[in-house]
């Protein structure tokens, strides 16, 4: 029983992380119908951004920060790491995708494959091929609720998370702003008509969802701390499969998914290790990636536009 | 049709049978043994290895120790009355890298110069892949001093050599063993960690993972037999596998509730590796849990990005630190007073080189060298001479008693027990700790 309430406690935290990466392609999905192959990668530039940042402040694991100290460099770290991920989403779209508004919807989807390829050998270049340890600027505490166990990483995650994820909610259904997005994912020509400036809100758009891949590239690099110039696929694939389950243009959808697959990764623990039917062979972590993806498909079967559905009641 | 199908497949049968039938007739005709005198009073004794671009620091000091041998026993007069040419070939192609056709075109040339006795060499798996079948047919020794893939000796599910692994009849395409080596194949690498962590460290739980690969499935299942003979525990008595991923905490976190003295990892370190023992930090039941692997884990990368927090990091490495071996200390000196730094694999060359030299004097008691570099006649009666030597060869070299099993594989499997440190400056990086051989 601990075990579980370990497992799920795991599952909460990765999945979190998950779901911020996955907000990003539902949002892009949500506004231009493009599905953003380089979010993954911009990802990764963001666990690159935080490691350049304690780099050039010459943290290292020796330096034992405190107090104000501490939060000012985890603020400077996180902020340098949302920043270069929004304005590199900016210019993405500026430069790959805009051009290509107008052209057959599989023209702006290549250039994101490009732009993604682009994006790993930067990494490949800055990071070499091989993973890179971020220095541990946060130390790791653990604290005992009962029979388990959290770390205040695996907290801050969680918490990050949730905030920016209400902070999003409420942009997009309570603000001007949001309230443009939403007339631009509806009918582009209508909401210029009505005087919003599509450009723009667009160009926010990723600068919003690539800057949640920075922030969620910090707090992976609290959490776990390795980053390598691949990661960004590893985790745009589950990340954008959670869009999916949820729902791709929702956002609590993509948050839903995420924490799905980061349960189902985590529970899938107990498979036994036997032959079918009654298990898999090397037992369920040998699949675990098959297993998200046939539960994937399973639910695409059943409910074609995801767990929530694409909000497009709107569009009525 | 079908006619015409069955004279191909008798023209591609028949063919090399009759061409095997004549070399079998070739190397039966006795060509006077007793005419010692008559041929050259040089011998030559070759390597092929990469000596130059991105593989020159390994290479060269690997080149080096043969280089020691062949100069040792000329002023020791090993072989009496005769002189012995060191005739070192470089396999690094236009690539700057180790070159599997490069490699083949060296030992074509050498197999060329009827002086050449044999070959220490080659220093790469898939440069093997390419020279054993050419050096097979002539024939000539090949001994590595660390080719590691069972697969170039042996076959069977066992050790994974099934499918597209299944080489040897390929490498060995007449059938008969002339390829040698010193290094421990891949499937030993499981057994002396497990070996070294229970006798020496005392462990006696152990949590083992794998990254469902070839070479990883097969340590992590070899570590689990061996830490089950020697009466270790192993929690839930099997490899866990698990594909490479973005979080292995499931595994970890279960891996944490059973209190695990180490955790062994079969794999790389860039399949699970570094991420494993990175997450194992995040769970405090690990935080001071020893981390184990084979050499594929066994990459400066690591030992950078893992540190020098947590529990200790051990890796096995094919091939023998002779600094850590007593009898190896006066090759050690005279090593460093001729080339100075010693490199990972220059004690297994060192020993590879006098085992040719050994065999190639057993060899000259039964028949005599060629008389001059185009003799390819009796080249050959030397070299086939030269490969029984080494098929029953014992021998005490500096890195313990070798001789070869049916497949050309060493009977003195000796690792080296690496471990993270401090190698200076606070930089971490994989340090030898001790030698362990395997039953």
Known sequence: MALFLQLLVVGVATGAIYALIALGYTMVYGIIELINFAHGDIFMVGTLASLSMLNLLGITDASHLAGWILAGVLLLVCLSSILVCAVLGVVIERVAYRPLRNAPRLAPLISAIGVSLVLEDIGKFTLGLTPVATPAVLPRIP?????????????????????????????????????????????????????????????????????????????????????????????????????????????????????????????????????????????????????????????????????????????? | MRRLWLRIFVLAMGIPLMLAILAACGAGTPSNPGAATTGSTTIKFATDLPVSGGDASIGKSTEDGAHLAVDEANANHVIQGYTLVFDPQDDVGVGGVHDPTKGANNVTSLIGDALVAGVVGPFNSNVALTEMPIANNAPIALISPSNTNPCLTKRGESVGCTGANDQVPKLRPTGSVTYFRLAATDDHQGPAMADYLFNTQHYKTAYV?????????????????????????????????????????????????????????GGNYSTGGTLIRKQMLTIPALQQTA????????????AKAVGLSGGPNYATIAAPDATKIPAAQSFVKDYQAKYGELGPYSAAAFDAMNLLIQATKAALTKTHTPKDPSDAAQAQVLRQAVIDALKGISYNGITGHISFDSNGDTTNKIFTIYQVADVGGGKPDWAPRTVVTVQ
């Open chain 2, 209 to 265: 993972m794998d990254d469902t690969e070839t070479y990883g499935a097969g340590i992590a299942k070899y570590f689990v037999q061996e830490w089950t003979k020697l009466g270790g525990t192993v929690i839930d008595g099997k490899s866990h596998s698990v594909k490479s991923t973005t979080s292995y905490l499931n595994l970890l976190t279960a891996a944490g509730s059973a209190h695990p003295d180490v955790i062994y990892f």
């Open chain 2, 291 to 302: 981390f184990a692997g084979g050499d594929g884990i066994a990459d400066t990368s690591f």
């Open chain 1, 143 to 316: 604290y005992f609720i009962g029979p388990i166990t959290i770390n205040n990483t695996d907290i801050l995650v969680i918490v990050v998370a949730l905030l920016l994820m209400v902070g999003l909610q409420w942009m997009v259904t309570r603000t001007r702003i949001g309230r443009a997005m939403r007339a631009v994912a509806q009918d582009r020509e209508a909401a210029a008509l009505m005087g919003v400036n599509v450009d723009r809100i667009i160009a926010l758009t990723f600068f919003i969802g690539a800057g949640l891949a920075g922030a969620a590239a910090f707090v992976y690099q609290l959490q776990i701390g390795v980053t390598e110039f691949d990661i960004g696929f590893r985790y745009g694939l589950i990340a954008f499969t959670a869009a999916v389950l949820g729902g791709i243009g929702n956002l609590l959808g993509a948050m839903l998914g995420g924490l799905v697959i980061g349960l189902v990764q985590s529970l899938v623990l107990y498979i036994p290790d036997r032959d079918l039917p009654f298990g898999l062979p090397g037992g369920g972590t040998a699949w675990s990636q098959a297993i998200v993806f046939a539960i994937l498909i399973l639910i695409l079967v059943f409910r074609p536009s995801g767990l929530l559905g694409q909000q497009t009641a709107e569009k009525v």
